[in-house]
């Protein structure tokens, strides 16, 4: 096993003193050090693939540079694409994450309270209200894709119903006037997103759009797709509020006789999955801005502890950007394509 190099293996290297390493590695060099110590110093650790011991960093700052993350599993399971922005931003950051079910497992909180954990991310895998942890409650705490009622904390989250809404004006910008949903049938995000399209309908003078409400699942959004596909009046385009739903649509077109674009366009919002840009066409899909909340979020909080905790409480909404496919045409190819 190879041994861990050492500060003093690093003065050695550096022809400096083990004093100097700490002083240039603390960021206290300036006007003690000169620029050409500095520089060997910083070359024989990086040489050396020298980290400082966290233990003794934690002793003299008082601080552990990890972060607790509070969260629980949804109806599927716990919101990967989420926690792994999350652990992205604060890797970057150089901060250690420490997750616990917060649902399951809400003893464990106070576990992480007596490791000293810096700070608390609480990330939801579904939007929703959630009561910030009364233990937590004098930690800095940022909550991500959920909010707390009282304003226990600050809260970062995707602007559903602007998602929806935008869902919607990729459609009607296209020429479409008959707007159908198929929507899952619980869920905070899935009612604001229906709402963020019939706000747009509604804006451009248009009937409101028939809303088919499913599960979860690629089979939900199936049955749910053949239900509108085989009515009496069929949409010409049809919003999905998340991406299994769309490719159970895409199952159930095909299976009526209707091709993607040409006889029916589609929009669908953003799961995380990854699935709308595989499917064939691929689809026309509203993203959650998950990297760029997770990044916003980790500074709301790294500013929270340089200053003690005290900023002030925040509420913060992100616009979801359309990424274009090739799932949405305008109606009138599906009139000349049935002629």
């Known amino acids: 096993m190879t041994r861990r190099a050492t500060a003093q293996d690093v003065a050695d290297l550096a022809g400096v003193s083990r004093s100097a390493v700490s002083l240039v590695l603390n960021g206290r060099a300036d006007g003690n050090i000169s620029r050409v110590k500095q520089e060997a110093v910083r070359d024989a650790a990086l040489q050396l693939h020298y980290t400082p011991n966290a233990v003794a960093l934690s002793l003299r700052s008082k601080r552990t540079e990890t972060i607790g993350v509070l969260t629980w599993p949804d109806h599927r399971q716990m919101p990967l694409a989420l926690l792994g922005a999350v652990y992205r931003a604060a890797s970057s950051a150089g ?50 894709n959920c909010f707390d009622p009282s304003l226990g904390a600050s809260s970062l989250v995707p602007d559903e119903v602007g998602a929806g809404a935008s869902a919607a004006q990729r459609l009607i910008e296209s020429g479409h006037r008959e707007l159908g949903v198929v929507a899952g049938r619980e869920g905070l995000a899935s009612e604001r997103r229906v709402q963020g399209v019939e706000r747009a309908a509604q804006g451009a003078g248009l009937a409101r759009p028939v809303v088919v409400r499913a599960g979860h699942s690629i089979d939900d959004g199936y049955r749910a797709a053949r239900e509108l596909l085989e ?46 840009a595989r499917l064939v066409p691929s689809v026309d899909l509203v993203e959650r801005p998950d990297p760029v909340i997770a990044t916003h979020a980790l500074e709301l909080l790294v500013d929270q502890l340089r200053h003690g905790g005290h900023s002030a409480v925040r509420r913060l909404t992100f616009v979801c950007p359309v990424r274009r496919g090739a799932s949405v045409a305008p109606p009138r190819l599906r009139a000349l394509n049935a002629g």
């Open 95 to 144: 901060y250690l994450l420490m997750m616990v079910d917060a649902q399951e497992r809400p003893w464990q909180v106070d576990a992480l309270l007596d490791r000293r954990v810096d700070g608390f991310m609480v990330v939801a895998p579904e939007l929703a209200d959630f009561a910030v942890p009364e233990p937590v409650s004098n930690v800095p705490t940022v909550m991500v």
């Open 231 to 276: 009515s009496d009046q069929v949409p010409s385009a049809l919003v999905c509020t998340h991406e299994r739903l769309a490719l159970g649509v895409l199952l159930a077109a095909s299976d009526v006789g209707l091709s993607v674009p040409e006889d029916l366009s589609l929009v669908s919002l953003d799961d995380g999955e990854n699935l709308a």
